[in-house]
Structure formats: C-alpha cells, structure tokens
C-alpha cells in the first residue's frame, strides 16, 4: 500500500473525507467564500422579491390610471365641490352622522335630533353656496413703480353681468403678504360697484397683488366656494435715489460718446486749427485757412470717449455694520431693534442704504447715455434703461454671496468696463475686495464705496483703489464729484 492510500484511509477512519486543496490553502479558507456566496444568495431573494412585488402592482397601477382618466368627468367635478367644505363644515357633518349613527343603533332620541340639526344645517349652507356667479372683476393699481416712501393706491370694479340680481359677495384681493377683503352690495343686473384700496410702500421690494377672487357661501363658514377672476400682478417699490453730477467720460476712446477737454489729432469734435508741426497727419491739413494765412494749418479735435460703468452691490447683511453678529449687540437687542423698525429691519438697514447708492449711480450712468452693468447678487442688467435696472433692484433680497464670483460675473457681461464701483459694508476683508476689483483689466478706474453709519466721510487711496466712505445716501453726490468725477 502507498503513503497516498494510507493516507485515504486513515481520513476515512477519522469520520469525513477531505479533499486535498488545489492551492495549498488551509482548510478554513473556504469559509468566508461560503458566506459570501449565502448573502448574495439573500441580495438575489431580495431583489428578485421586489421585481416580483413590482410585476404585481404594474398592471393594477396601469389598470387604475386608465379607469381614472375614463372616469375624470366624473370624479373631478366631485372633487372640486368637496373643496368647497371647510374644516368646520367636516366637523358639522361627522357630527351628525356619529349621532345619527348612535342614536339609531341605541334608541337615543336626543342624539337623532342633534344628528338632524346638525346635517339640515350642512345641507342650507351647501344650497347657500350653490349658484353660479356670473361677474367681471377689474383689478388696477396705479402707478405700477414708485418709490419706497410713496403712495400706491389700486381699485377693483366689481360688474353684475348676470340676467339677475346679485347677493351681496365677499372679494379678496391679495395685496403681498396680507389680502384685502371687500363685502359688495346687492348688485342689479349690469351695475358695478368700485372700491379703493392703498398699497404699503414702506419697504422695498415686489408686491404681488392679485388674484381677486369671489368667495360665495353662508354665513357660518361651512362653505366656502372661491372663483378667481383675474391675474396676478407686480407693484414694484423702488429704492430711493439721489440725484448725482455727471461722472464725465470713460477711458474707451469712441466716436459716438462724449466729448471731453483732451486735444486729439483724430477724432470728429472739431476744436481748432495750429501750424503745422513735423510729424502730424497731412490728411488733416486745411488747405484753405493754409492758403489765407500762408502756412500749413492743420486741424486740432476734442477726444470723445464713451463710458461703460459696472456697479457691484453686495447684498450680505453680515458685511454691514448693522448686521446680526456684526454690532457687538445681544440677540435680545438684535430682535427689539428688528421689531421696532416694523418696515425696515434694522438688520438689512445699511443694505439698503448700499442698494440706494448702487442704483443711484447706475441711473445717473444711463441718463448719460452711457452703456451700465449692474449685478446685485442673482439679479444682472446690463446695457438697459433705469427703469429696467430699478425693476431688478426691488428683486434683490438681502442674503450671502461670493463677491468674488459675482465679479467673474460681472466681468463677464461688460469686458469693456471703463470704471468699476464695488458698494460693500466696512466687514468684508480688503484683500476680498483686492480680489474682485482684480477681475478687471488694469486701465480700469476700480471704486469701492463702503457704507457705514459710525464712520465719516472721506475718500482714501491704496491698493490701486479709490475708497469712498459714506455713512449716508445723501454723501454720495459730494464724494463722486470729489473723488471720481472728470
């Protein structure tokens, strides 16, 4: 007998044969690979659970998608009528079917009566709700943009257009976060009735108002039918401004823009005639006038020079000295403050001086007739009128944002900036502000207006930068004929 047979047979008598490994690795090995191979066994039994669950339901969802879009005539004007019950109206009406319920399985006369009333008053005010209200709303308001401080009054017209007489109906008219609401008289058969209302202004920004809608129903509030008549529309409260000095010309030489005190040799302002130096252009000699005085004459011109002004606003409370956790204050004195202010938030107070400032300079630009970008957070126009540029003003909400890439941005949309104002609070670090005005090219004049109240005006220089400091809206106009203006 071999080794290899005595080998076999002495596995044999030890109970179980073993089979020599191919690899020459232990025994225990082939554990772990088995209790791999029984978990993915169990992730197989899953997912093929749940592809089976998913072949079951399929055809049942298909099977009650179908039967919903057959039966949509009918289910839907069901469900547009039970919108009509409010909140108390299901509890009327639970009401009364508990106490029907009770009192007729237990023989108890006095929940049958409370069961009746409670389900004849559901069923007067479903009738009271019922009717078809046949009217044209007319809702205005006028002027669509001011400024934030003036008043802004609307009206609705309220026209019977129906063959009968109206009952007196309630109309809301949502005017921002609250609404107005207007109980009409009866109403005759082509009569309207008009009503005033006046639009806050205290604040800044966009007021939707509208859409006026008619609430018809009873008295207790168990219905409520509401039909909306109109669309919804914008009232925009534009920041304040001042009126500013022209900024003078740019530095991009351009044939259609203003004209400026520099003697050009080239250009279509014609200023004057001098003799003749070595070197000019004879193109630009006046034979004529050189004739008269005999000596060569050429002409002299005025540069013309168009500007294209950037204005950046940062919309961050935080960079500003009225900022929560700027101020040195308690969150206690933080939140008196923002509640006595009512309107303004005394939060986003200088946030709001910063967007005056920006849109001051941005209309002063455009009245010029000169191309502005103007980027305030989310909101960007470039090359437009005031009255689009104030329109996207009200729309900046204060908020965090990267100056940096608000720059890039900026950047972006006017490649040919001239000059450049970043309006900012004395809390943004002066190597950010090195950083953004640093996305435009050198030749640029780069301007950094900051806003702050404790601070006094002054205009200061460094880093190839001009500082303005301003605690007030009404600085700017001296501070930009002082420091910027030429």
Known sequence: MTQQDQGATSSRRGGRFRMPSRTGAPAGAGAPVAASASTGGRARAVGSTSRGIRQVTAPITRSIEQVAGQTEGVWRPVAGILRWISPLGWTILALGLVCWFVGARWGWTELLMVAAAALLLFAICFVLALGRTKVRILAEVDPRRV??????????????????????????????????????PALTPGNAHEELFVVPTSRRGVIQVGPATTVQGDPLGLMRRTLTWTERTELFVHPRTVALESLGAGLLRDLEGSTTEDVSMSDLAFHALREYQPGDDRRYIHWRSSAKAGKLLVRQFLDTRRSHVTVIVDPDPEQYRSGHGKTGQADR???????????????QADVETAISVGSSIMVRVMLDEQDCTIVCGPQKVTKSVPQVGLDAMS?????????????????????????CFIVTGPHRPFIELQRAAGQFPPEVSRVIVVIDPEADHGIRRGGGLVILTLATLEDLRTLLVSGVAR
Do not use: K, Y
Request: aromatic share 2%.
């Open 147 to 184: 400024v934030v401080g003036d008043p802004a009054t609307g009206r609705i017209l309220v026209t019977n257009e129906a063959r009968t007489p109206m009952l007196p109906i309630l109309v809301e008219l949502p005017v921002g976060l609250s609404a107005a609401r207007f109980v009409l």
């Open 395 to 419: 729309r900046v909400e204060p908020g965090p944002v990267d100056l940096f890439t608000t720059s890039l941005d900026a950047a972006e949309l006017a490649p040919d900036t001239s000059t």
């Open 333 to 347: 004195d933080v939140e008196r403050d923002v509640m006595a202010a009512n309107a303004h938030t005394a939060i």
